[in-house]
Structure formats: C-alpha cells, structure tokens
C-alpha cells in the first residue's frame, strides 16, 4: 500500500485500504509495523504561494466566501496557477476544481503565464468535461490570468457563471484563505509529486504531472474531505444519490 500510493500514504490512509480488502487491522498496529519497518509517509515541506495581482483590471467581489462544502457538481468551482521546475525552465500548471468532489476537471501546462495559455485551456478542459447546467460560481484569486479582458469575455457568454475573487471587499491583496481549496491541492501535488522528482526537461514532466492528476489523485487517491474516498468514488456516490432522490 505504501509503495503504491508512490510512499505518500501514512498510516491512517494505509489503514483504510486494508480495511477495504477485509483485513483487520488497528491503525496503532499498523503505525508499528510501518516504524519497524523504517517506511513513512513522504515528509512535508513549505510551499510558497505566488500571484500577479499587480494589474490595471478591475477584480470583482468574494461571492464564494470561503464556503468551501458544495452538495451538487457544477455549482462551484475554483481555479489556480503555480510553478513547476524544470531543466529545461519553467512550467505553468493551471487547475479548475470542482468543489462538490474536489474533482480537477480542467487543467492546462504551459511555458508562458498568459492566459491564452494557462485559464483558457483548462476553462475549456472544464466545460468539455462538466456542463454547466444552473448557476455556477467560478472562484479564483485575483491574478491578470483571472481579471484580463479575453478571460472575462469567455466567463461572460454563459449568463449562468458567476466570478468570484480572493478578497474581501476593498481589499485588494485578498487572502490565501480565500481560495484554501485549490492551494492545498496544490500543496499536496508538490509534497506528493513535484519535490520527489527532478524533471530533466518539460516533457517529463507534462508525463508525471499527467498521471498524478488524471489517474492517481482523480480516480485512486483517498481525499480527507470526502471521507477517504477518491474523487471518482466520491462523484459516483453523489450521482446515485442524485438517481435515488
């Protein structure tokens, strides 16, 4: 369990695999064994947080309010941009995520900030894999990507998507805490993916960032939030639901 969650997993989450497969174990009990083992969950480290929100665009109001538990899909969705390092230079990963299943439903990876490259893609990525069927609210911080005209007029053609910023109102820098959901993802993908590899060139790392998101943490991954279920498990449960209401 340890090697297959690439050595991510400590023993709370190892526990409950095994729970899972109808083994009987303690968490305590598995906790020694890791330790006489000499195996632990990979060890944290900082993480930075970086946005331009030095621009001319005018940003608009805090309309999620750190309200970050959502019961239906395509209701509320947050977005992020943060580095990769590469041999070869810099990546930028962009990510939409889904808050009712904490799902990334969009993302995009690119050598330039501009938001050709980065919040379009993945809003694209987004919409092919979610519709937008009722009111949505598409929360971000307040970064140029965010607030310039082209990514604005794209949000603006569907009258049901409403933006949403870091910040109170009349704060201009915002909070962090404003957007808490997308940074610990992004946390989580550095400690989990990034930090344990170094990427010789950007191709590479488009491979692993790939598998990370799409095959590991959307489909296998247990996520806190949801009751240590992975985001396909947690979705495929809120859809039954859904069906039996």
């Known amino acids: 369990m340890h090697s297959k969650s690439k050595q991510t997993y400590g023993s ?10 109808d083994v009987k174990v303690s968490r305590p ?6 330790k006489k083992a000499k195996i632990r969950s ?3 480290r900082k993480f930075r947080v970086t946005t331009d929100s030095e621009h001319k665009y005018p940003v608009v109001e805090n309309k999620l309010n750190r309200e970050f538990k959502v019961e239906k899909i395509a209701t509320a969705w947050v977005s992020d941009i943060t580095y990769i390092k590469t041999t070869q230079g810099w990546l930028y990963l962009t990510i939409i995520l889904d808050l009712a299943d904490r799902r990334i ?10 938001a050709v490259d980065t919040v379009i893609p993945a809003w ?7 519709s937008i069927t009722t009111k949505l609210i598409f929360h971000s911080d307040r ?12 949000l603006d053609r569907n009258p049901l998507v409403t933006r949403s910023m870091t910040g109170a109102p009349g704060d201009r820098k915002g909070n962090c805490w404003d957007n808490a959901v997308a940074e610990s993802f992004f946390k989580t993908l550095k400690v989990e993916c990034v930090y344990q590899n170094k990427f010789i060139n950007k191709q590479q790392a488009a491979i692993v960032v790939f598998e990370y998101i799409e095959i590991w943490y959307n489909k296998t991954r247990q996520h806190s939030a949801l009751g240590y279920v992975s985001p396909k498990e947690f979705e495929e ?3 039954m639901q859904k069906i039996a209401a």
């Open 12 to 21: 709370p989450r190892i526990t409950r695999e095994l729970i899972k497969l």
């Open 29 to 34: 009990r598995v906790a020694r064994l890791m």
């Open 42 to 44: 990979i060890v944290k």
């Open 105 to 114: 439903i969009g993302w995009s990876l690119s050598s330039t900030m501009k």
């Open 124 to 130: 694209k990525m987004a919409q092919k894999n979610r």
């Open 143 to 154: 970064g140029i990507q965010y607030a310039c005209n082209e990514f604005k007029s794209l």
């Open 237 to 239: 449960l809120l859809n």
